[in-house]
């Protein structure tokens, strides 16, 4: 998943923990063949490939997480698009290189899910323009959590945290304790927060991450389907809730959004706290985790 993937777990015997951590390693990276943009082979790849040409049958699973992703797209007014890889793939943040601007609007113009057509006859995907992409990044990392908390769950693990790139999920407490989780400090080292937590997820996107600088613009790895641009109001986006893949979904959506629209939409939203950096670090809570009488 291009990402550091974290595993830690309370099990009485090492031998049975050592187990069920290769079947998490091993749950993530069956998800990475099937979802990678990167490896030729995955689904996702021949979707990208062919899809502009023809309806692509996939299978049940990378299917529900396209439509879950079309959830978001809806309920975030299209700030959440994997089809933002129209114009994200043209970007290589590793080596510094950005499309020209006649090739930036050409594939901005290209971002919108709702020129990708899901046939639940068949799972299959078909794009109505040439040139579309799509990428899971925003989404497939919380799946992936999740998945591999189920398995542990299954294994009757009560104590672990699973943590891919800015995915966490917790669960159970630290042994009679919460688990104590922090928010990067999105200009620096360490963390501007540190929070107590059990059983929860929480993500967090940010501006720092994959990013390069040019001509005074930081160029990194969130578009905003929109403007065909990265945001720059906000440094970082953290979202709680039980969940991953949408504290995952969610972190994204709100990152692009900015700090009113993602206040909003994050206090609209049943069961999910959020925690926003704005531009001149200043810091912003979802309604749920402010005392009223403070306000
Ligand atoms: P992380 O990669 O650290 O988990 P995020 O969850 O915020 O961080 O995901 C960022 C990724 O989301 C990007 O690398 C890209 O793959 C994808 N992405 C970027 N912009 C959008 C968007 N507008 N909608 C959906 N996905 C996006
Ligand atoms: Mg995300
Ligand atoms: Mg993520």
């Known amino acids: 998943m291009g990402t550091r993937v974290y595993v830690e777990l309370w099990w ?3 031998a049975r923990a050592n187990e069920l951590m290769q079947q998490v390693m091993d749950e993530m990276e069956r998800i990475n063949q099937l979802m990678s943009p990167y490896k030729t082979r995955s689904e996702l790849s021949a979707i990208n490939r062919l899809a502009s040409e023809q309806a692509v ?4 699973e990378l299917f529900r997480l396209i439509q879950t992703s079309v959830r978001y797209s809806d309920v975030s007014d299209g700030a959440f698009d994997i089809t933002f890889a129209s114009l994200g793939s043209e970007y290589d943040y590793r080596n510094k290189i950005k499309p020209t601007e006649s090739q ?3 594939a901005a113009a290209l971002i919108n899910y709702r020129d990708m057509v899901l046939l639940p006859a068949d799972n299959s995907v078909r794009f109505r323009k040439k040139g ?3 990428d899971l990044g925003g989404i497939a990392k919380g799946y992936a959590v999740d998945n591999a908390i189920a398995i542990l769950q299954a294994a009757g693990v009560e104590s672990a ?3 891919a790139g800015g995915d966490s999920r917790i669960l159970g407490d630290h042994r009679g304790r919460p688990w104590l989780l922090g928010i990067h400090n999105p200009r620096g080292d360490g963390q501007v927060l540190k929070l107590p937590l059990e059983d929860v997820s929480i993500s967090t996107s940010g501006d720092y991450e994959r990013y390069f ?3 005074g613009v930081r160029y990194h790895h969130i578009i905003d389907p929109h403007k065909g ?3 720059s109001e906000l440094m970082s986006a953290s979202v709680l809730t039980d969940k991953s893949i949408d504290a995952d979904a969610l972190s994204t959506t709100l990152f692009v959004l900015g700090t009113d629209k993602a206040l909003k939409l994050a206090n609209s939203q049943p069961g999910v706290s959020a925690i ?3 531009r001149t670090g200043k810091v912003y809570y979802s309604s749920d985790l402010v005392d009223p009488a403070m306000q």
């Open 161 to 163: 945290i699973v943590t």
């Open 132 to 134: 579309m992409r799509i």
């Open 213 to 215: 600088e040019a001509d």
């Open 57 to 60: 049958p996939v299978s049940a």
């Open 12 to 14: 009485q015997n090492e």
């Open 229 to 231: 641009a990265s945001p």
């Open 276 to 278: 926003l950096i704005d």
């Open 104 to 106: 930036r609007k050409k």
